[in-house]
């Protein structure tokens, strides 16, 4: 099985589930999101993300599942995320879009399930600590907490990155004790390149005297999520060092998606800088952060997604996350 930790890169539609409960509607469950499998379906995307590939390409089922779909005493993969989701408190970023499912939250609600399922799968009787034992944790969070500190930016380097750091560790230890013994780590992709960065950044230019390098990407976010991605991928070698029988693998999705971006083609992409469905007006498809004006009434869509690395500005297209998880299976920007 996997169990997915999370945010809205890998939210398969928990956040969406949430807002159904409570009444509301979220963007990710009406169209245009979900375009490219013809149906909404909770996630950030016009169709599947990464953690639907891993588990279908692991063989482990069609989709990775929403928890809050899940009420039983079975064994089976779930995703915990949530859109918006943090690893530190949401009161520490004072944003809308903003979670209390946070990391910890999370991993709160994977051991509360974990103490309903029985001893007693598939008409036989097992150890249910040896299926824990041998599923995969998959762990993708912390882009949020970046995200809305971005307006203090000098707070990013000395107080956000080694906050979030001490909460991915200590979530990995809390399920390492627990018995959980495999997990699948992923940085913080590309995203300097986006297009929600790159409009918002170009709308703000003069109070944030940022710069771009030769692809059109922010320099100085570009030295946040490196300084973020390399302290994340020393935290992973130390814990790994620390515990003979522990198994963190690292998915470098900044490498990844560079890679990507200088080789476009061969992946079939035309665009890495403009947003496929968003609000016309500028080179980016783009208006500020807020998913570049994605289901509004004054926005539109491209005709190919799949040419498109990015979704909306923020998220990702199905076809980038297909290609990504195509590196994962096969052991690319893997360590080790």
Request: with cysteine; aromatic share 14%.
């Amino acid at each position: 099985a996997i169990f997915s930790l999370t945010d809205s890169l890998s939210d398969t539609g928990n956040r969406n589930l949430e807002a159904l409960a409570s009444g509301n509607t979220s963007l990710s469950g009406s169209f245009p999101y979900g375009m490219t499998i013809g149906k909404p379906t909770g996630r950030y995307s016009d169709g599947y993300l990464l953690i639907d590939f891993l588990t279908r390409g692991l063989k482990l089922g069609d989709s990775a599942r929403p928890s809050l779909t899940y009420n039983g005493t079975y064994f089976t993969s779930l995703n915990f995320g949530y859109a918006g989701a943090t690893v530190c408190p949401p009161s520490v970023y004072s944003n809308p879009f903003a979670t209390p499912h946070i990391l910890s939250a999370q991993v709160s609600d994977f051991l509360w399930h974990k103490e309903q399922v029985k001893d007693y799968q598939d008409g036989a009787e097992v150890d249910k600590n040896v299926l824990y034992n041998k599923a995969l944790y998959f762990i993708e969070i912390g882009g949020n907490d970046i995200n809305y500190m971005m307006p203090r930016f000098p707070d990013i380097l000395n107080t956000t990155i080694p906050s979030v750091l001490s909460g991915i560790k200590s979530s990995i230890l809390s399920l390492y004790e627990s018995g959980a013994r495999n997990f699948l780590v992923v940085n913080l992709p590309r995203s300097d390149c986006a297009p929600g960065y790159i409009s918002a950044f170009t709308e703000f230019a003069d109070i944030f005297n940022t710069h771009t390098d030769q692809f059109g990407c922010i320099v100085e976010v570009t030295q946040v999520f490196e300084t973020f991605n390399k302290q994340l991928l020393d935290m992973v070698i130390d814990i790994n060092y620390q515990n003979d029988d522990i198994n963190i693998y690292h998915f470098d999705w900044f490498a990844a998606t560079d890679h990507v971006i200088k080789n476009m083609h061969h992946y079939k992409f035309k665009s890495y800088k403009s947003a496929c469905c968003g609000i016309p007006g500028n080179d980016y498809h783009c208006e500020g952060l807020a998913l570049c004006g994605c289901g509004q009434t004054n926005g539109t869509t491209c005709k190919n997604p799949g040419e498109h690395v990015t979704w909306d500005g923020t998220h990702y297209t199905q076809h980038f996350y297909e290609v990504s998880s195509q590196f994962v299976l096969h052991g690319n920007f893997i360590s080790p």
